[in-house]
């Protein structure tokens, strides 16, 4: 059972800087799912639709990313540790969410319904104040 743990969240002024971590355990040795779909992060706010915000290939490392959050936000990965890292700079108001640390999806799930996003984590809250 593969399970994810996030770590980082909480609260900063407008403008600052938080560093998200998401640690992944569980996959087994044949398992090519890490290598072969995305890791990486969704947010939600009270009262709005869930949002991808970015997600990295194990394999190659190739990155996606949410519009608002482009120029902002960089995902990266220690592929040894299992880990992925979502430095977030510049952050505002509107990044106010819970973020949610997610594994084993084609990045088009960033953008679009309907694609399978099997593994969650628990999240962690996030909040920017002005």
């Known amino acids: 059972q593969v399970q994810l743990v996030e770590s980082g969240g909480g609260s900063v002024e407008a403008g600052g800087s938080l560093r998200l971590s998401c640690a992944a355990s569980?996959?087994?040795?044949?398992?090519?799912?890490?290598?072969?779909?995305?890791m990486g992060w969704f947010r939600q706010a009270p009262g709005k639709e869930r949002e991808g915000v970015a997600c990295?290939?194990?394999?190659?490392?190739?990155?996606y990313y949410g519009d608002s959050v482009k120029g902002r936000f960089t995902i990266s990965q220690d592929n040894a540790k299992m880990t992925v890292y979502l430095e977030m700079t510049n952050l505002k108001p509107e990044d106010t969410a819970l973020y949610y640390c997610?594994?084993?999806?084609?990045?088009?799930?960033?953008?679009?319904?309907?694609?399978?996003?099997?593994?969650w984590g628990q999240g962690t809250q996030v909040t920017v104040s002005s």
């Open positions: 990295i290939y194990g394999e190659g490392g190739s990155t």
């Open positions: 569980g996959y087994t040795y044949s398992d090519r799912t890490y290598i072969d779909k995305c």
């Open positions: 997610a594994a084993d999806f084609d990045a088009l799930a960033l953008y679009y319904s309907g694609y399978e996003v099997p593994y």
